[in-house]
């Protein structure tokens, strides 16, 4: 510390109260990740290849706190190029480091690269995954939290632990066979997953059960679990036998706090739960049952395990709303609330922004669909199917406006009236306007979508196709500001989102199959003030790749892995 010198005449609590202020300005968070791919896991008893990072499956926990600045210096093991996203991180003037392959050149295999980005003004659980070449159908996902401030009280009693608890479905198959097969095949689209995975575990059965999660916890105590929905493709239902559950939080959102017997959890979304260990010593079974799904035994079972329990968990498994119950999924949906008067990232309210009084300054209306393109199997958004380029979008941006990557504003954003095709979609969105976005799927599954670069309102869902009356059912009064929404199956969603963070920013189906063919476009935000202030200009450690690779070819920016 540079007043260490002097250190030896101030007092004790003058020198708590420095850690204090650093704390308060956010502190520099170091990682180094080894990322490779094994074939010694076994989640499902069966070989099969896993992308670990450091040894481990899920990858490490990120913990934070608000305007921390993390430094992940990520070694590409692999035979593939990598990247990885921070869902729910917004980056702020950064979109540098979103991850995805429209803001970064791909790090190739044994190479390294550093990212390095600020959870500004945010709190909650988020999640981050590879980002391209389907490669988190094989793992290379984990948890992140980014904690309140100290001064900044969380809206409910302090709980006596925290548990990351990431579920997604998975499949038993290699995913480089997965990935070739949705390419060419229509069918390879209704593959179901063989199981439900719990932090990287399988099914509890019974006490022959070698390798599934549990949770320890003491009678009389109350633990936050933060849960996220890091699977491909399914929905599920989430819940505690013989306990109900809190919700607090959703994606980095505190929310109105409201008891549930289950909480339906969508691709790609992470929430917060308290849950009070107030039933007899025992264990209790933990369920993530799947929506929408006719088999049967596809569900994640964890257990709950009080302290001084003897008693395994047995017999049947809790049962939860009818799988194919959308009426209750949308009901609770629309329950989910922003709790106005909390203070979240700052200690003023989260709801001093007041969503009813806004102009629009933009609407697109999304609607995603099958298709074929050029005789391939593939999604559309609005008949166009995203063509991943070479270069990244952001970099073309930067050095010649997109010229020969992509060409701005042909997406039509508001109807289906291109023939089915494939494009690099980037659209202009409006630079400190408020933007509304209506997701309509016309798809007989689940489907769920995210922006990143920020929070948005997800103020209406609905079925069948959206018009502009139904504004009048959207609301505008405590919508919760969150980063992935679900949209149910031809059925529509409607958010807001405020554009006052410039950059490229990624607007795809959490979905991966999904994601992986073709649901995507950018949304390029562009302020034309030139003040560095406004956007950040490239980090030092710029990737070249695409049109631009020869570029990379400098020796100060063309290094192997060094040890
Ligand atoms: C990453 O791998 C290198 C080389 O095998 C090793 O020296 C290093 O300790 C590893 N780092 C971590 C964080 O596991
Ligand atoms: C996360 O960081 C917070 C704040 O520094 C700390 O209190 C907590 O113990 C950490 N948790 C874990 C699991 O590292
Ligand atoms: C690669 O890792 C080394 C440390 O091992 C680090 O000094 C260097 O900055 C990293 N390279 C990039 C591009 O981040
Ligand atoms: C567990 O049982 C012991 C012995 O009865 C008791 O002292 C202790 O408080 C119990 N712990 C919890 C968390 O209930
Ligand atoms: C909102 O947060 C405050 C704490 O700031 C809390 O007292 C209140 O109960 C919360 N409201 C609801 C409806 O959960
Ligand atoms: C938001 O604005 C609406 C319409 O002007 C007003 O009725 C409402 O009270 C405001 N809400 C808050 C929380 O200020
Ligand atoms: C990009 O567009 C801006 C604004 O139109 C212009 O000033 C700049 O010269 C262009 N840059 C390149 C590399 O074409
Ligand atoms: C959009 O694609 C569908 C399905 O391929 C096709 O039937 C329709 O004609 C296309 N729309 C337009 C306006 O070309």
């Known amino acids: 510390m540079a007043f260490s010198s002097n250190l030896n005449w101030i007092p004790l609590w003058s020198a708590l109260l420095t850690v204090f202020v650093t704390r308060v300005n956010g502190i520099d968070i170091y990682l180094d990740w080894n990322v490779s791919i094994t074939d010694g896991l076994i989640p499902l008893l069966v070989d099969q290849q896993v992308v670990i990072i450091n040894g481990v499956f899920p990858g490490p926990l990120i913990n934070a706190t608000t305007d921390d600045v993390v430094h992940v210096n990520v ?19 950064n979109s540098w480091q979103d991850g995805v392959s429209g803001t970064n050149c791909p790090i190739k295999p044994l190479k390294n690269w550093t990212y390095v980005f600020q959870m500004k003004d945010q709190i909650g659980t988020f999640i981050y995954f590879p980002s391209i070449n389907f490669l988190k159908a094989s793992g290379g996902y ?36 997965f990935r070739k097969m949705l390419e060419t095949e229509e069918s390879a689209y209704d593959v179901t997953p063989d199981a439900i995975l719990m ?6 059965i019974d006490s022959d059960s070698l390798w599934y999660e549990t949770f320890t916890v003491d009678k009389g105590k109350t633990y936050r679990f933060r849960i996220s929905n890091i699977g491909g493709t399914l929905s599920f239902n989430f819940r505690i036998q013989s306990h109900t559950m ?5 994606e980095g959102s505190y929310t109105n706090q409201i008891t549930l017997n289950s909480l339906d959890v969508h691709v790609g979304q992470s929430y917060s739960v308290l849950v009070t260990a107030d039933q007899n010593d025992a264990d209790f079974y933990i369920i993530a049952s799947p929506k929408l799904l006719y088999a049967t035994g596809v569900a994640g079972v964890g257990v709950l395990h009080y302290s001084n329990s003897t008693t395994l968990a047995g017999g049947a498994h809790p049962s939860g709303p009818d799988a194919f119950d959308l009426g209750f999924s949308m009901n609770q949906a629309k329950s989910i609330r922003w709790n106005l008067t909390t203070g979240a990232a700052r200690p003023n309210p989260q709801g001093s922004f007041n969503v009813s009084n806004i102009a629009l300054s933009q609407t697109f209306i999304l609607q995603s669909s099958r298709a074929e393109v050029n005789g391939q199997p593939r999604l559309v958004v609005n008949n166009v199917s995203y063509f991943t380029p070479d270069t990244s979008l952001k970099l073309a941006d930067h050095l010649t406006n997109g010229t020969g990557v992509y060409e701005l504003d042909e997406f039509p954003v508001q109807s289906v009236n291109v023939d089915t095709s494939y494009g690099t979609s980037v659209v202009s969105g409006n630079y400190r306007g408020w933007i509304e976005l209506v997701f309509q799927n016309n798809m007989d599954d689940m489907d769920s979508w995210h922006l990143d670069g920020y929070s948005f309102f997800v103020v209406g869902f609905g079925n069948g196709h959206w018009t502009p009356d139904v504004r009048n059912t959207y609301n505008t009064i405590d919508p919760v500001a969150r980063s992935t929404t679900q949209v149910y199956p031809h059925g529509w969603t409607a958010v807001y989102a405020f554009l006052d963070n410039p950059g490229m920013w990624n607007l795809r189906s959490q979905t991966l199959k999904n994601w992986y063919l073709g649901l995507q476009l950018y949304i390029r935000v562009y302020d034309p003030d030139p003040n560095p202030a406004k956007e950040r200009p490239p980090p030092e450690n710029l990737l070249f790749c695409g049109l631009f690779e020869s570029q990379s070819l400098a020796p100060a920016r063309h290094r192997h892995l060094n040890h």
């Open 246 to 250: 809190l919700l607090v939080e959703a």
């Open 75 to 93: 070694f590409n093991y692999m035979d593939e190029p990598l990247l990885f996203t921070w869902n729910g991180i917004q980056q702020r003037r």
């Open 199 to 204: 932090n990287g575990m399988g099914p509890y």
């Open 142 to 177: 984990g948890p992140i939290r980014v904690n309140n401030r100290d001064n900044v009280p969380v809206p409910f009693p302090q709980p006596e632990a925290e548990f990351d608890l990431l579920i997604g479905d998975w499949y038993s198959g290699d995913y480089k066979h």
